[in-house]
C-alpha cells in the first residue's frame, strides 16, 4: 500500500526559529496538501499545492508559511519564524483519485 | 464558512453494542468522508459518500450521506474493543482542490 511519508515525527524549535517539516507524497498523486491540528481542536486545511503552485490557501498561511516541491517528490512546509500558537500537529496529504485522500503519520510541532 | 458539527464527541460503551455517531453542517458538501486516527497517525480514509441518501456498508459500520448532502451518520453493530479509536467525518468542499471541512471527531472506547 503506498504512503505518505512525513519526517520529522517531533520537533522542538524556540519561538523565532525557522522550520521545515517534509513530506514525501505518494508519487502519482498530482494533489498536495498541507493541514494542522491544534491540541483538542479540529483539523484545519492549510495550503493545496497543484501543478507546482498553491491552489488555495487558508486564512492561517499567512507570510510566515511558505511550501515547495523542489525535486519532484518532496513536498515540503516552512514556518519562517514560529511563534507558540504555531505548536500543532502538522500533517501531510496527497490526492490521485477525486476522493483519495492519503494522510501521512504528521508532525508533532512544538514551539517553545 | 462551512462548518461541521459532531456528535457525541465521546463515548463510552460496552463490547456487542450498537452505536451511531452524527456529522451536521448547514451547508452542502459535494461527498463527505469518515476518517479514522489512531493516537499518533495520520487520519486514514473508510469511506467517501457522494450521493444525497447513499448507504454504504464496510463490515459492521454503516454509513449514511443524507438527502440534503448537509449531513451523515456512521452506525456500528455489534462493536468490538478493535473499533476503539478517533472517528472523524470531513466534508469535501466543491472545486478541483476538494479541501476537506472537518468536523471535531469522536473519541470511542469499547470496553471488553
Known amino acids: 500500500e503506498p504512503e505518505v511519508t512525513q519526517t520529522p515525527s517531533h520537533q522542538v524549535t524556540q519561538m523565532g526559529q525557522e522550520v521545515i517539516l517534509r513530506c514525501v507524497p505518494i508519487s502519482n498523486h498530482l494533489y498536495f496538501y498541507w493541514y494542522r491540528q491544534i491540541l483538542g481542536q479540529k483539523v484545519e486545511f492549510l495550503v493545496s499545492f497543484y501543478n507546482n503552485e498553491i491552489s488555495e490557501k487558508s486564512e492561517i498561511f499567512d507570510d510566515q508559511f511558505s511550501v515547495e516541491r523542489p525535486d519532484g517528490s518532496n513536498f515540503t512546509l516552512k514556518i519562517r519564524s514560529t511563534k507558540l500558537e504555531d505548536s500543532a500537529m502538522y500533517f501531510c496529504?496527497?490526492?490521485?483519485?477525486?476522493?483519495?485522500?492519503?494522510f501521512g503519520s504528521g508532525t508533532r510541532l512544538t514551539v517553545v | 464558512t462551512q462548518l461541521l458539527e459532531q456528535s457525541p464527541q465521546f463515548l463510552s460503551i460496552q463490547e456487542g453494542e450498537n452505536l451511531t455517531v452524527y456529522c451536521n453542517s448547514s451547508s452542502v458538501f459535494s461527498s463527505l468522508q469518515w476518517y479514522r486516527q489512531e493516537p499518533g497517525e495520520g487520519p486514514v480514509l473508510l469511506v467517501t459518500?457522494?450521493?444525497g441518501g447513499e448507504v454504504k456498508k464496510l463490515k459492521r459500520l454503516t454509513f449514511q450521506f443524507g438527502d440534503a448532502r448537509k449531513d451523515s451518520s456512521l452506525h456500528i453493530t455489534a462493536a468490538q474493543p478493535g473499533d476503539t479509536g478517533l472517528y472523524l467525518c470531513?466534508?469535501?468542499?466543491?472545486?478541483?482542490?476538494?479541501?476537506?471541512?472537518w468536523g471535531l471527531g469522536t473519541s470511542l472506547a469499547v470496553n471488553p
Open positions: 459518500v457522494v450521493t
Open positions: 470531513a466534508g469535501v468542499s466543491a472545486g478541483n482542490n476538494r479541501k476537506l471541512i
Open positions: 496529504a496527497s490526492r490521485g483519485t477525486v476522493n483519495g485522500y492519503t
